[in-house]
Each structure stands twice: as C-alpha cells, then as structure tokens.
C-alpha cells in the first residue's frame, strides 16, 4: 500500500485555521474581530530582486534598495520584468505621471519681427523627473512612451494704428512639428489673444521639445509689435509605453 502511495500525486486542500478549506490554500485569522500580529500572510521581503530561476507571477515585498528609484512596495514577476503593483505607504498626494515647463514671454520680447521666436520656460515641475530636464527653453524627455502634450500661451499687441493679425504657434519634437495652431486678433489698436494647443505624441527618452511662435509677413502686419502676455505652460501627461 505504501508503495502504491509513493507513485502518486497527491491533490488536496490545506486549511490554516479552518478545518473546512474551501480553497487550494484557505487562512483563517484566529479571530476576525480580536486578530493579532500573527495573522495574516508575509509576503517575502527583500532589498536586491532575484534575478535567477524566477517564475511568472512570483510575489515578492521590496524594501530598502540602494536604488532610490525603487519605491517599496509590492511587486510581480511578468515574466519579462518586477512590476510595481502597490505603492508603499499606499498614499499618493500627487499624480507622478505629469511633467509641467512654464514661463513667460518669447525670445524675442516686443518686437515685430516676423521671425520665428522660441516661446520661453524657466522651470519644470514633475513629481519624478525620470531624466526630464529643463535647458534653453527645450524639454528634454526622460522615459519612451506615448503622451498627451498640451500648451497654453497669451500674447499682447500694442500698434499705434488698428491692425489684423494671426500669429502661427509650433510644438517641435526634435525641430519637427508635431502639433500646430494659429491666433488671429481683430483690427483694434492693443488687443492680445489667447492658444491652446493639445494632441497625443509618441516620445522617446532624450527627445527635445520645443515651442515657437512666428508672425507671417502680410503687408498689413509688417509693423505690428507684440510680446508674450501671461504664463506659457507646457504640460505632458505620460499614458503608456
């Protein structure tokens, strides 16, 4: 009979805590409403990742990593790579996936030039910069995926004379456009206007972002003069790789 045993598989349920499992692994607290510091499971801890004989689905706790980087928190073994599933201490008080540049004005100031000018930023306010940085009015991407990049901006004019004008606004990536608009104000002797511009843009680390503005030459522009009124703000918001 033991022999008969031994070349067998056997399939049961295991029950901690109960006597009835109802379940392939079933635990029960030693009290549901009284339960103590042993009740529970303790997922395994650790502070390095395993890197060998690793299966698909494993569960492991991460704390204390020498990688900053590494938040605590749980983690699972795709099969590829440990994905994060749970931050620790489980609060966000902020939304990680959006990276914000803002300034004021254009490189050229007041002027009526109908030249193309840089629209300026002077700061970039992301939760985790992942690689994102802020230099010469170019944002530079710090994590390959797909975004949804908006921008606001204002401008102002201050001719002598009544004057018709549209104003062209360009988001570069890497110097070529990507997302366009036009402003047009009205024939009024100081008048100003406002652009929004938005759209959903595939990205890749190291990629430069850029904004500028351009007056076309009309005959009926030449002269006017305008400058950057209010904030300029460059919002991305990262959706997936």
């Given at each position: 009979m033991?022999?008969?045993?031994?070349?067998?598989s056997v399939y049961s349920q295991i029950g901690i805590g109960t006597s009835s499992p109802k379940a392939t692994l079933h635990i029960e607290p030693s009290s549901i409403t009284n339960p103590t510091g042993q009740d529970g499971i303790l997922i395994p801890r650790m502070n390095k990742f395993p890197n060998?004989?690793?299966?698909?689905?494993?569960?492991?706790?991460?704390?204390?990593?020498t990688n900053?980087?590494?938040?605590?928190?749980?983690?699972?073994?795709?099969?590829?790579?440990?994905?994060?599933?749970?931050?620790a201490p489980y609060i966000i008080t902020q939304d990680d996936s959006l990276y914000n540049a803002q300034g004021e004005g254009f490189s050229l100031g007041s002027t009526n030039s109908n030249s193309e000018q840089s629209v300026l930023f002077s700061s970039i306010v992301p939760l985790n910069r992942d690689g994102f940085s802020l230099s010469t009015n170019k944002l530079r991407i710090g994590k390959k995926g797909?975004?949804?990049?908006?921008?606001?901006?204002?401008?102002?004019?201050?001719s002598p004379a009544p004057t018709r004008a549209t104003f062209y606004f360009q988001l570069k990536r890497n110097g070529s456009t990507v997302i366009s608009t036009s402003s047009s104000i009205p024939v009024e002797r100081i008048s100003g206007s406002n652009i929004v511009m938005a759209d959903i843009v595939s990205l890749?680390?190291?990629?430069?972002?850029?904004?500028?503005?351009?007056?076309?030459?009309?005959?009926?522009?030449?002269?006017?003069?305008?400058?950057g009124f209010g904030n300029n703000a460059l919002t991305l918001t990262y959706l997936h790789e």
């Open positions: 033991l022999c008969l045993l031994a070349g067998a060998s004989a690793v299966a698909k689905g494993q569960l492991i706790y991460m704390f204390n990593n900053t980087t590494i938040l605590d928190g749980l983690y699972i073994w795709n099969g590829v790579l440990w994905d994060y599933l749970v931050r797909s975004y949804y990049i908006s921008f606001s901006s204002g401008l102002k004019t201050t890749s680390a190291g990629d430069e972002i850029t904004v500028t503005v351009t007056k076309p030459s009309e005959a009926s522009t030449s002269n006017i003069t305008y400058s």
